[in-house]
């Protein structure tokens, strides 16, 4: 044999040492994938059967709703019974959330597939393939979901939850921050319906807006005023939580960023990148109340980097103005239409949900009859 082919032969030392070494490395990753794969199936069966439970308990109770307090003892009794069968895991609790979770999401199963599910005891509509799964997220979130009385806000909250991996946690933050509230009043009423069906799409400078800002996760203590330094040091050290906060899409770039126009220093306080609108977003911290004067100089800071800093290829800065308190005539007066600079004011405390909830009816039954003249 030639001696330069027999240096790839199998019995070929270094070619044993680079065929192991891909043999380890394939066979932990398809474990890593298949048991990923599992975990999913896992689920899913456990929410199908709750969801099954759910609708059989309610089928019970409404046959029975003529006599007084057959509803309560549906679940009793069932729960003593599956029990006895199985020693644990059905407690009353669990089954009246079963009954709530199919009650919450009761079109989300198509009749033909319940059946199958249930009578035909099949696997067949629950193998791995690329149609979406009916649910998405662990029971824990559902759990949390089932509080959310509004069906158009604990759909956005399920859809958010699922495309960002949101871990249980960060789930009840968002919504005790009410982030479905403060990105709904940044729109209009159609963006608003958008948010229930699509979740929260980043496809334009007013989509990364959010009023208020919160940035409760700083912890800082209540008192009057911060000064600016001890603001952006305290959302330096809590970055990674503040990029949940701002939203999709951001990369940090700098802190107190200089740049030198007509030989004088100016410094942008917080400097992004949203890779989603392919932009800069320049952030400003205002801790008094919005000028005019500040508004002037984020778009100084903007024109600059759109002149100096883009790509031909990317599209035009963002600036955020981070402050106390805004004034909207002011803005409004101050920038021209169309511009992509925004105001938004921040609070170092999570908002009253209740409050913002009724800021938004009001705003959109103020919306909606504007449309009826």
């Known amino acids: 044999m030639d001696k330069k082919n027999s240096s790839l032969t199998p019995d070929n030392p270094s070619t044993r040492l680079i065929g192991m070494d891909a043999l380890c490395r394939n066979s932990i990753e398809l474990i890593l994938y298949t048991r990923k794969i599992a975990a999913r199936q896992i689920n899913l069966i456990q929410l199908m059967t709750y969801y099954a439970l759910g609708r059989w308990i309610v089928e019970e109770q409404q046959a029975g709703e003529h006599r007084a307090g057959y509803g309560k003892k549906v679940i009793e009794t069932l729960s003593n019974r599956l029990n006895a069968e199985f020693g644990k895991g059905f407690s009353a609790d669990t089954l009246e959330n079963a009954r709530k979770f199919y009650l919450c999401y009761q079109n989300r199963i198509s009749e033909a597939v319940f059946r199958k599910f249930t009578e035909e005891k099949s696997e067949a509509e629950f193998r791995i393939s690329d149609e979406p799964a009916p649910f998405t997220l662990s029971w824990s979130h559902y759990l949390q979901l089932m509080r959310i009385k509004n069906p158009d806000e604990r759909r956005f909250y399920e859809i958010e939850a699922t495309k960002s991996a949101w871990s249980l946690r960060t789930l009840q933050r968002q919504y005790n921050s009410s982030l479905y509230e ?77 740049f030198t126009y007509d030989e004088e220093n100016f410094y942008v306080d917080l400097v992004f990148y949203n890779r989603l609108l392919r932009c ?73 949900k209740k409050l913002l909830q009724k800021k938004l009816q009001e705003w959109i039954e103020e919306e909606t009859g504007n449309e009826g003249k």
Not at 208 to 218: D, G
Not at 327 to 335: E, R
């Open 182 to 258: 403060r990105l709904a009043l940044s729109r209009n009423k159609d963006e608003v319906m958008r948010l229930a069906q699509e979740g929260n799409v980043v496809e334009k400078p007013a989509d990364i807006v959010k009023q208020p800002t919160v940035l409760e996760f700083l912890g800082l203590e209540e008192r009057e005023k911060y000064s600016e330094t001890e603001l952006e040091s305290a959302i330096i050290d809590k970055l990674q939580k503040f990029l949940l906060e701002l939203g999709k899409g951001y990369l940090f770039e700098a802190r107190q960023k200089r």
């Open 280 to 352: 800069y977003v320049l952030i400003d911290l205002k801790i008094d109340k919005l000028t005019h004067q500040d508004l002037g100089q984020m778009q100084m800071y903007v024109n600059y980097y759109d002149r100096y800093q883009k790509l031909p290829e990317e599209n035009p800065t963002i600036g955020i103005l981070l402050c106390k308190e805004k004034n909207d005539a002011v803005v409004q007066m101050t920038l021209p239409e169309n511009s992509n600079i925004f105001a938004s004011e921040y609070s170092v405390y999570l908002p009253d």
